[in-house]
Structures are given as C-alpha cells and as structure tokens.
C-alpha cells in the first residue's frame, strides 16, 4: 500500500506567475484536504475535496484553486504568486465513509515552494 | 473564536527526562483532538487521537496526552525523552460537525530539542 505521494518536492517561482501542485492520495482514500505551512507556523486548512468537488474552504483567496480526478488523485493552483505564499504545502488524504465517524488523514512529505 | 495555543514555541530536554507539551483550544463544543509530529523533510505523522471517552489516551512511540474539558487542555506527555524525539508537534482540532470534516485547525507548534 502506497502512502500519500506530492510532487514537486521542491519548486522556485517568481511573483505573478501560477503554479500547479499535485497530490496522489492513499490507496482506497477519496478525499483530499490542502494545507499551506508557513514558515514557523502550523499548517493552515486550504480546502478539502471529496467525490471531484470542493468540500470546504479555509480562509484563502480564490487565487488559490483545486482539481480532484477520478481516481481522487488531486492538484492545488494558485495564480498570481505572492511571495507570501512562499511556504510547504500539505496534501493529506482520508476515506469518508458517512458523516457520522471520522476517518484517520495521511499527510505526505509537502512540496516546498519559493516565491522570488 | 476558534483557537488551537501551544504556548510553548521551543523546549530543550535531556535525553531519558520527561516531556510535557501543552495545547489548549478554544470551540464551542468539544472537538476532536490529535497531536502530530513532524521531523524534518517529512510530513505530518499522527501519535495520538481524542474522540470520545478515556481522557488519558495512549499514541505511538511511547507517548500519551490528557483531555482535561476543565481546562480546555490536550497536553501531550512522555516519560523518558529519546534523542529521536527531537522534532516539531503540532497540536490539531477537528469540529464534531459533518460539514466540517476533516478540516484541522492546528496550532503553531512546539520545537523540541533533545541534548546528550
């Protein structure tokens, strides 16, 4: 069983431009949640997909957009880079089955981007 | 408003003492609670999870955490500190409401240095 997988590890951009980040969920896990770590900060939620639609948003612009597959694989954009959005982004993924017990998230390592 | 403090940004311990790291939170309701630790270049792994029921609760590598609903506090606790303790925990909540599942608040984080 595969765990989470992001990818790019590592990523360098200059203000203005747009950037797609992409997320591999855990085998079996059809949602996906996006948090931004800041440096010296814990992360802060960003959003969450389930069954290829948003399912929440935290208090991010719309800038800051996402995409999930068919096979709950998914991809975080965001548009016009500020430099402080230079921070780790978290992809984690986890099962929803019902809304009445909760399901354990799996985070992977992060992509690192760079804002210059 | 909804808070997660870890009043703690930075704590040094002696390899075989013990650790204590606070959290304490501010909902309406009680939350679900966890604590997560982060080496460097990974992501988030999970030790410990609070749903419902004992308060004392038991995670991986040795550790355990308190649920005191007096005190809104979740502290995370170990006995005997090893160096591979040495990491970043982050204290997270998670509503008890379907619409905001899985959406964590954490808070900043706590550095934990581990000398000889």
């Known amino acids: 069983e595969t765990g989470v997988t992001q990818s790019p590890t590592h990523l360098i951009k200059t203000r203005g431009q747009q950037v797609t980040l992409r997320c591999s969920s855990q085998?079996?896990?059809?949602?996906v949640s996006w948090y931004q770590q800041a440096l010296g900060q814990g992360p802060q939620f960003i959003f969450q997909?389930?069954?290829?639609?948003?399912?929440g948003r935290g208090n991010f612009p719309p800038r800051f957009s996402g995409l999930q597959f068919p096979n709950y694989s998914s991809e975080l954009n965001v548009n016009a880079l500020e430099l402080d959005d230079s921070a780790l982004y978290l992809c984690?993924?986890?099962?929803?089955?019902?809304?009445?017990?909760?399901?354990?998230?799996?985070f992977g390592p992060g992509t690192r981007l760079t804002v210059l | 408003a909804q808070s997660v403090t870890q009043p703690d940004i930075h704590i040094t311990v002696s390899e075989g003492a013990s650790l204590e790291l606070r959290c304490n939170y501010s909902y309406g309701a009680t939350p679900y609670l966890f604590w997560y630790v982060q080496s460097p270049g990974q992501g988030l792994q999970l030790l410990l999870k609070?749903?419902?029921?004992?308060?004392l609760v038991q995670g991986i590598k040795g550790f355990e955490a308190e649920f005191k609903r007096s005190q809104s506090s979740f502290n995370l606790r170990k006995p005997s500190v090893h160096w591979s303790d040495a990491a970043e925990y982050f204290c997270?909540?998670?509503?008890?409401?379907?619409?905001?599942?899985?959406?964590?608040?954490f808070g900043a984080g706590t550095q934990v240095v581990v000398t000889p």
């Open positions: 997270a909540v998670a509503p008890m409401t379907t619409d905001s599942w899985g959406k964590f608040q």
């Open positions: 984690a993924s986890s099962t929803t089955q019902g809304l009445t017990r909760y399901n354990e998230q799996f």
């Open positions: 997909y389930y069954r290829e639609e948003e399912n």
């Open positions: 085998s079996g896990h059809n949602t």
């Open positions: 609070y749903f419902s029921g004992d308060t």
